[in-house]
C-alpha cells in the first residue's frame, strides 16, 4: 500500500484522499498520485507542443534567412516567438504539475475514489460492483493509465472529470487513472479487488508480444472485470 501526502491545502480531509474515513470493515489496498512529467506528456501532450512550437520557429527563420537576413536577423527575428513558446510551455507544464499534485487515487477493497481538482476539488466514489470492464494502458518507463467503464445509465459529465476522462469519449465517460507510476501493479490489484469483491474471474496481465517494450501496449481487463 501507498499513501502519500502532496500538501497542506488538504490537511482537513477525514482520511487522505477521501471525503470520509472508511468503515471500519473496508481497507485501503493502495492510493497514489498521477506522476507529473508523464501526465505532461500523456495529457497535456507538452512533447508534442514542444515539436510544434519547434517547427514554427525553424519555418520563420527559414522565411527570414531566404530574405537574406543575416545570422542575428534571423536570431534576432527569434527571439520574441521562443519567448512567448517557452511561456506557453511554461503553463502547461505547470497545469500538469498542479493537476499531479492534487489529485489522489485511492483503491479499497470495495471501491475506487477519485480526488481531483485543481480549484474545486471533486471526489467520485466508484463501487466496483459498478466497474463494467477496464483496461489498461502501459508506456515506457512502467507509467500508464487504467480506464474505467461504468455500468448503468448513470455517467459523469466528461468536463467534471477532465484530463482523468478518456479522451474523446463524451457521451458514455470513462474514467481515467492517469500517469501512474508502476500501472500493471496496480491494475493487477485492481483486478483482484474487483474479483473477490463481484466473484467474477481474474485473468492475468500480459504485455503483448508483438509490442516492443518501448512502444505503449493496452491490455484490456474484460472479461475479467466485466
Known sequence: MTIQSNGHEHELEPQYGLPERLPATEKILWQGSPDARALARSAFHLRKLALYFTALMALQA????????????????????????????????????????????TVTDRRVVMRIGIVLTLTFNLPLRTIESA????????????????????????LHLWPHARPWHLTRTQP??????????VAALLQRAW??????????????ASNPPSEASQQGLQPSMG
Open 62 to 105: 527559414a522565411n527570414v534567412a531566404a530574405d537574406g537576413a543575416s545570422v542575428a536577423d534571423v536570431l534576432l527575428a527569434l527571439v520574441w516567438p521562443a519567448g512567448l513558446s517557452a511561456l506557453a510551455l511554461l503553463g502547461v507544464w505547470t497545469l500538469a504539475w498542479l493537476t499531479a499534485r492534487t489529485a489522489v487515487y
Open 135 to 158: 483496461a489498461m494502458r502501459q508506456g515506457s518507463g512502467g507509467h500508464g493509465d487504467i480506464v474505467l467503464a461504468l455500468k448503468g445509465p448513470d455517467h459523469i459529465a466528461w
Open 176 to 185: 481515467m487513472l492517469r500517469a501512474l507510476p508502476q500501472v500493471a501493479d
Open 195 to 208: 474479483s473477490a469483491q463481484t466473484g467474477g474471474a481474474v485473468e492475468a496481465l500480459a504485455t503483448p
